[in-house]
């Protein structure tokens, strides 16, 4: 039993075991054996003795579960229909908890090895409340990977339909100052790490991995007219959902390139930017299912959670390789 609780892949390799026996001369016989292992062996008897070096272990216990649990990536979703796009990729649920006030679905995905990672859900969408979740995630969990995954709006000029954005650089499209003259900008703009952004503009250049997005969606599923090939493109995130064109203008004139918005990215880019914990690797890979103006509606969504959950797959077992 001990060789299989100390095992070097085992599971309980690192955990804290006690022993409790009746037997005084059996614990002196082995205790040796139970030390070179890290088991505390006690003896059981009729006074209060075993009791207080019970207590003493638990709370020692306690002290170390607040040690940091080790992620290989975290992805970040502001919806529960995002996070149930997933059921269309090999992630393989493996428990649901709350972890420091966070709802978290641990996940494992199976690659050169098996990794393990944690879906998020944010408790409500947004830029604020994104930014103090990851925040948080990323003082409770180390992370090697932090992504965000989705839906978003498109800029008509530089995106289509059903298309997948990852953001580079990100910014609030709200930090400035309205004057007599409109709007002046006064963005901090984060983009992503050189190694991250080459891994994924490789992988998504290749030929079959436009095809793969699509490789598990429901045959019933409303799909955009035309298939359009996922690219790195300017990505702004504000805190009000737009459903107005006219709303756009001074928007678009941020980056001639600009090609996404939503309410979160740029919270996960800042909190990654900032953090002490910084992950190796982060990005935010959205599907576009409007375009912000008039004709906004839900009629892509379903397509859009399951075609930016499958792109993040991808997209995380390139970066995974690459650890």
Not at 117 to 122: E, K, P, S
Not at 165 to 183: D, H, M, T
Request: aromatic residues 8%; contains cysteine; neutral net charge.
């Amino acid at each position: 039993l001990l060789k299989q609780l100390r095992s070097n892949d085992g599971k309980n390799r690192t955990t804290p075991v006690i022993g409790m026996s009746a037997f005084p001369d059996e614990i002196a016989s082995y205790r040796n054996r139970f030390d070179e292992l890290g088991v505390l062996m006690i003896a059981f008897d009729s006074n209060d003795a075993w009791r207080k070096s019970l207590s003493t272990f638990i709370e020692s216990v306690d002290i170390k579960s607040t040690s940091i649990t080790q992620l290989d990536f975290l992805i970040v979703c502001a919806l529960e229909e995002e996070r149930q796009g997933f059921r269309s990729t090999e992630l393989m649920k493996v428990s649901e908890v709350v972890v420091g006030g966070l709802n978290v679905q641990y996940v494992y995905l199976d690659g050169d090895r098996r990794y393990l990672g944690g879906i998020l859900r944010l408790g409500q969408m947004g830029l604020v409340a994104c930014t103090y979740e990851t925040t948080l995630a990323l003082n409770l969990f180390r992370i090697d990977i932090l992504c965000m995954t989705g839906i978003c709006a498109g800029f008509s000029k530089q995106a289509s339909l059903g298309q997948i954005i990852v953001g580079s650089p990100a910014w609030e499209y709200q930090a400035g100052k309205w004057s007599l003259n409109g709007f002046e900008i006064a963005p901090t703009q984060i983009p992503l790490k050189s190694q991250t952004r080459a891994i994924i503009d490789h992988t998504i250049s290749k030929p079959d991995f436009e095809q793969a997005l699509e490789a598990r969606l429901d045959s019933n599923c409303p799909r955009p007219a035309l298939r359009s090939k996922p690219k790195l493109a300017p990505f702004v995130t504000g805190s009000a959902v737009i459903a107005d064109s006219q709303r756009l203008t001074h928007i678009e004139q941020q980056h001639r390139k600009i090609a996404a918005l939503d309410m979160e990215t740029f919270g996960i880019y800042f909190a990654a930017h900032e953090s002490p914990n910084s992950p190796r690797h982060f990005f935010s890979s959205k599907c576009i299912v409007d375009l912000a103006d008039e004709k906004k509606n839900d009629n892509l969504h379903q397509y859009g959670c399951t075609v930016s959950a499958r792109a993040t797959e991808l997209l995380l077992r390139e970066l995974l390789r690459s650890l």
